[in-house]
């Protein structure tokens, strides 16, 4: 008598996993990107984009396509002005550790400066258009005082401090002179580690890309005669690249970061457990002996 609900649970339970199969299929089709299903030697493109402010997304992108034996050789799209010190210097870490296994090629969009230039160091081809912004490798940090302005308006700040640079950088008092010596040595410290994985990721003497370091921006095409990029040309360009350097004959299959869940995906796990949940409740033997592994 219990073989029949056991059957029935087994026969539902396939036909929601075809279910969410279908579902990652439309979902893949629908981004207009092609699927990880695809057959052949592949090369996974990463897109990076905007300010750069946390690095773990876009590592674990990096990192999965690294160990896909499939993909031969990664493409990381790169637009964006800079950002965070650290984000940047752990996805630099992700870009050097996955070129010593694979091919890894960057392409510059419209932008990839600052941080963004950083990241795409390691990397063993840089591609740039002839528009694309570049360069600015340097450190900045700003504050902005407001003493006067509150004066003006009658309201005065009182701090209670532990130590007398605690509040360095404050906006309610000048910057003494010890406070800036502080800042710039911090500024100078993470300047020179910049200076130093740019000049190992591109085989520079470290004169050389001080000379080039100064802050300044650079079109790809003065990247280009500085030594900063490697070749002009865009995305499909740096396919193409990325490919040869694999060894990949004949027209490269690319394969895109697998999308976000969509919530819908979400209630139907949640409803599956739901299900399981209440076939075991009501005391179906073979479905619990199933879960079970008994």
Same mark, same amino acid.
């Not at 005669?225 to 040309?233: I, K, P, S």
């Not at 179906?284 to 879960?291: I, P, R, S, T, V």
């Given at each position: 008598m219990k073989k029949r609900p056991f059957l029935m649970a087994l026969l539902t339970l396939g036909a929601i996993f075809a279910f969410f199969l279908l579902l990652i299929v439309v979902v893949g089709k629908m981004s207009g990107r092609s699927s990880h299903f695809v057959l052949g030697e592949k090369v996974g493109y990463v897109t990076i984009t905007g300010a750069i402010t946390s690095s773990e997304k876009i590592i674990e992108q990096i990192d999965n396509f690294k160990e896909d034996s499939? *993909?031969?050789?990664?493409v990381?799209? *790169?637009? !964006?002005?800079?950002? @965070? *010190?650290?984000p940047s210097q752990e996805i630099y870490d992700e870009v050097k550790a996955t070129a010593a296994v694979k091919p890894v090629v960057v392409s510059m @969009?419209?932008?990839a400066a600052s941080g963004g230039y950083y990241i795409a160091a390691p990397a063993q081809r840089i591609l740039a258009n002839p528009g694309t912004i570049t360069g600015s490798i340097g450190v900045i940090m700003q504050f902005t005082n407001v003493e006067e302005l509150l004066g003006k308006v009658g309201l005065k700040s009182q701090v209670v401090k532990s130590g007398k640079h605690k509040d360095i950088g404050s906006p309610v008092r000048p910057m003494s002179g010890a406070d800036r010596e502080i800042l710039q040595s911090l500024i100078d410290d993470v300047y020179s580690q910049f200076v130093?994985?740019?000049?190992? !990721?591109?085989?520079m003497e470290i004169d050389k890309v001080r000379q080039l370091a100064d802050g300044r921006i650079f079109t790809g095409r003065q990247a280009f005669?500085? @030594?900063?990029?490697?070749?002009?040309?865009g995305y499909r360009d740096a396919i193409r690249v990325a490919a040869d350097l694999a060894g990949i004959e004949g027209k490269p299959k690319v394969v895109y970061p697998?999308?976000?869940?969509p919530e819908i995906f979400e209630y139907f796990v949640?409803?599956?457990a739901q299900l399981v949940k209440q076939s075991l409740q009501n005391g179906?033997?073979?479905?619990?002996?199933?879960?079970s592994g008994k």
């Open positions: 499939s *993909v031969k050789a990664i990381l799209r *790169v637009n !964006s002005p800079g950002g @965070g *010190v650290s @969009g419209s932008v130093q994985a740019v000049a190992e !990721s591109r085989k005669e500085a @030594g900063l990029v490697d070749e002009l040309g697998a999308p976000d869940k949640q409803e599956t179906d033997a073979g479905l619990q002996f199933l879960w």
